[in-house]
């Protein structure tokens, strides 16, 4: 699944190239699963691993989908971690009135602060990374707030069960990320929405030129993403039965990394939302091996190599990336 | 408060056709340059123009003189260098390195990583009967390959600055953590500690250290190739690098910089507290000082660099934080206020750039 916007059909080499750029995180993604069917056998493919990996990338996956969106318009939004949690609290709080209201106030809540982030990015013309950089303090502090500076926790009932419920295997929460990540995937392939997405990303002037309706893109980018991170912290919150005052800490990093290695380019313009879902599944499978790994009980890694290895997996996937990029313009030059 | 432009100190850099209206000139009238001032529309581009300048340090003047009012035993020797100052000097420390990577057009998300590596090496080698010396040596030389590490990423290999100072914000939290196990060293060496504990004069050493620190960048910044080369780089890195100034290693320099005066803030960070805490040294760093830096008017474009700006940003947005909490304001609500502040502050900067 990748796009770009320019006509690349005519360079092959060029199509190559973006397909490693792009493939490359399925083909590690597909080597890790085989080495860990071979390695752990039956206990990692087990049902049980499935639907428990699936259910706590889930989370991850929907903030990532956001972010994947606001990257390729060339933005940033470092506000979902605090978003996931103000989500969590909400639902939690609205969730007395039902499992509905609980999902519906909770994803609300999140396109809310989206909201603030667009009309503070399109209106003010202010620093994507700045703008959601203070909406991470004061939506934590909200959240807080909201919570009365204690852990949320969710009245036993419909709410909770909504982590527990699962259809053929899978946690609801996981069908939802696929649903989401396909539904994502039409959008930017297929309506004109998802063009100007990657327009904007690719040359702000040249889709203004256009007569493209930049500043509400742009708008609606950042009320998508606080809404699936609001979603994500509904999730978060139903599968806890709790969400602590720490929920989300650095989930913005977590999801840039994941969309990074799935081959989406910071600098917008090019991106594609199938390749962060696998961005999201390689990082958190990485920790789930290590877990596997352990319970072997040859060696004891300890859980601070999990990020340590996240860190080197994403120098890698950055480095090759710079190499593709600088190859893509030597392509573009000479043709 | 110092600021120069890229246009100011290069004369070779094309981003001289930008009009600075004020640049070091403060004296003169502000729109008298390139810019021809609508009719009427002087006085407001000239408050702006403050208002964005000099609007921290006003704030900082109207928080300090409401809390020497309001505030019982606020103007204390006590209050004031035992809490505010020592409180925002690491956070000032950092944010002068993060304003010269800014002002590369940069930015560093690494600092609180880089941190606590520093306190867990410094920490672990003291503890481990080195000198207190070598200790601290090792500790900034390994913070200063940190550095590297961002810069070379940046400047050799041409990795977006958030991509590339976010690997080590990741891996290197990890790193540090398994120096120890992540297990909490309590520490006791006077020698070691006196960059954190120390109170030479009466005032702590923190504090002397942050004004030496900036006092020193201040300098660099102002008297030094080096000082000119980053404002240029930041303003139109393709026309600095025509001009021959070394771009990619005036961007590791930066880097290093900015690494070092972590690993110097993580040393006094262990020291202060007497233990080197791997999970919890420096988190949130990254924040503080790149919103101490933005409040202070730097644009994060780059191109310019304001020291004293990201000293009075970090002293301003601690006394921020400490009146509303001395005051019964719950720390939630005052993290929403800052993040306000910040909003406000960066409106005022887009005024100015329109202007």
Not at chain 1, 17 to 25: D, F, N, P
Not at chain 1, 195 to 214: K, Q
């Amino acid at each position: 699944m990748t796009t770009t916007l320019e006509g690349t059909a005519r360079r092959r080499p060029v199509q190559i190239g973006l397909l490693l750029q792009r493939q490359g995180a399925l083909i590690a993604l597909v080597v890790l699963v085989v080495f860990g069917t071979l390695r752990y056998g039956e206990n990692f493919a087990t049902g049980f691993n499935l639907s428990s990996f699936t259910g706590d990338t889930a989370k991850y996956g929907l903030v990532a989908l956001g972010m994947t969106f606001v990257i390729m318009t060339g933005g940033i939004d470092l506000s979902v971690g605090s978003v996931v949690a103000l989500g969590g609290v909400v639902a939690i709080k609205v969730s007395e009135h039902g499992l509905l209201a609980g999902l519906l106030a909770g994803t609300a809540a999140g396109a809310a602060v989206g909201a603030v982030n667009g009309t503070l990015i399109t209106r003010l013309r202010l620093q994507p990374f700045i703008v959601t950089l203070a909406t991470l303090l004061a939506v934590r502090g909200l959240a807080l707030t909201l919570a009365g500076t204690r852990a949320a926790v969710a009245a036993p009932g419909d709410f909770q069960k909504l982590g527990d419920w699962s259809l053929l295997g899978l946690p609801v929460a996981a069908w939802a990320m696929l649903f989401a990540f396909l539904v994502g995937a039409g959008v930017l392939n297929y309506t004109a929405w998802g063009r100007r997405v990657l327009a904007i990303g690719g040359n702000v002037d040249a889709a203004r030129l256009m007569g493209l309706p930049v500043a509400r893109t742009t708008f609606s980018v950042y009320v998508l993403s606080g809404a699936l991170a609001g979603c994500a912290g509904v999730f978060l919150g139903s599968q806890n039965g709790s969400v602590d005052t720490a929920a989300g800490q650095g989930w913005e990093l977590t999801a840039i990394a994941a969309v990074v290695v799935g081959g989406t380019l910071l600098t917008g313009g090019v991106g594609s939302v199938l390749s962060s879902l696998v961005g999201v599944l390689l990082l958190q499978l990485i920790f789930n091996l290590i877990v596997f790994e352990n319970g072997k009980g040859f060696i004891n890694i300890s859980s601070f190599w999990e990020s340590v290895i996240r860190g080197a997996f994403l120098l890698v996937v950055v480095l090759l990336q710079v190499r593709l990029v600088k190859r893509r313009r030597a392509a573009g030059r000479s043709a | 408060m110092t600021e120069r432009r890229a246009a100011d100190s290069h004369p070779a850099d094309p981003g001289a056709t930008t009009p600075d209206p004020v640049g070091q000139r403060v004296a003169e009238p502000a729109a008298d340059a390139t810019a021809p001032a609508p009719p009427g529309g002087g006085p407001r581009v000239q408050w702006s123009l403050w208002a964005q300048r000099y609007g921290a340090l006003a704030a900082l003047v109207v928080l300090f003189v409401y809390n020497a009012v309001a505030t019982p035993y606020f103007l204390t020797p006590q209050s004031l260098l035992f809490i505010l100052l020592r409180q925002a000097a690491p956070i000032a420390i950092v944010a002068v390195g993060m304003a010269i990577v800014i002002g590369t057009g940069g930015i560093d998300l690494s600092v609180g990583s880089v941190m606590a590596i520093a306190g867990q090496v410094g920490a672990s080698l003291v503890l481990h009967d080195q000198p207190f010396l070598l200790a601290i040596v090792a500790a900034l030389l390994v913070s200063a390959l940190c550095g590297a590490f961002n810069g070379t990423l940046v400047a050799r290999f041409g990795v977006q600055p958030i991509i590339a100072t976010l690997i080590l914000f990741i891996a290197g939290r990890g790193i540090a953590q398994l120096i120890t196990n992540g297990e909490l060293q309590p520490l006791s060496n006077p020698d070691f500690q006196w960059i954190g504990l120390a109170r030479p004069f009466g005032v702590p050493a923190q504090v002397i250290i942050a004004v030496v620190v900036a006092v020193v960048a201040w300098l660099v910044m102002r008297l030094t190739v080096f000082g000119r080369y980053v404002l240029a780089v930041g303003g139109n890195e393709t026309a600095a690098r025509l001009a021959g100034v070394p771009a990619a290693r005036v961007k590791l320099l930066a880097y290093v910089t900015s690494g070092v005066l972590a690993g110097l803030v993580g040393l006094i960070a262990v020291s202060a507290t007497s233990a080197s805490d791997a999970n919890n040294t420096g988190v949130g760093m990254e924040l503080d000082a790149i919103a101490a830096v933005a409040v202070a008017g730097t644009p994060l474009t780059g191109g310019r660099v304001t020291v004293w700006g990201a000293v009075v940003g970090a002293v301003m947005l601690k006394l921020l934080q400490n009146t509303l909490i001395t005051h019964g304001v719950p720390k939630e609500v005052a993290q929403i206020i800052e993040g306000a502040v910040i909003v406000a502050a960066l409106w005022l900067q887009r005024q100015e750039t329109r202007a």
